[in-house]
């Protein structure tokens, strides 16, 4: 089974043709934390101490947060989460993180600034593997 931390440049591309001109968007995220934060090539923003990797990512959206408001961007909803109702039973998720997004740009400009990108390496600690996905309203 692979894991997915990062999206690849096909998948930004893709996302970019498809989101650009539809106005808000909202992010759901599956998160599956580390055991064990790995700071591993990450030694500027590692912790004195060894912390889990859900104490990674409460650092990392501790830093996040702020960006996101200032971008335009707000949580919905941030919680814990594990085994599907309907779903396989190999899935499981320790949380869910829904944010919306003013726009895909505006979601891009805040993914890619340097405010953003220095504090990024707690969410790459903290995750064993994620799912990142992209929807838009119906109505």
């Not at 779903?87 to 890619?112: C, R, T, Y």
Request: charge should be neutral; charged fraction near 25%; aromatic fraction near 10%.
């Amino acid at each position: 089974m692979s894991n997915y931390i990062n999206a690849t440049p096909e998948a930004g591309k893709e996302f970019y043709q498809n989101f650009h001109d539809k106005g808000k968007i909202t992010m759901l995220n599956l998160l599956k934390f580390k055991t064990q934060a790995d700071y591993t090539n990450l030694e500027e923003l590692k912790p004195i101490n060894i912390i889990s990797g859900e104490e990674a990512y409460q650092l990392y959206m501790k830093s996040t947060t702020p960006l996101l408001e200032k971008a335009g961007s707000r949580i919905i909803y941030f919680g814990k989460s594990n085994n599907f109702l309907i779903g396989p039973n190999s899935e499981k998720w320790d949380a869910i993180l829904l944010v919306e997004h003013a726009s895909v740009m505006k979601f891009m400009e805040f993914a890619q600034s340097k405010e953003y990108l220095k504090n990024a390496g707690h969410r790459t600690a903290a995750l064993e593997d994620a799912r990142l996905l992209p929807s838009t309203e119906l109505l």
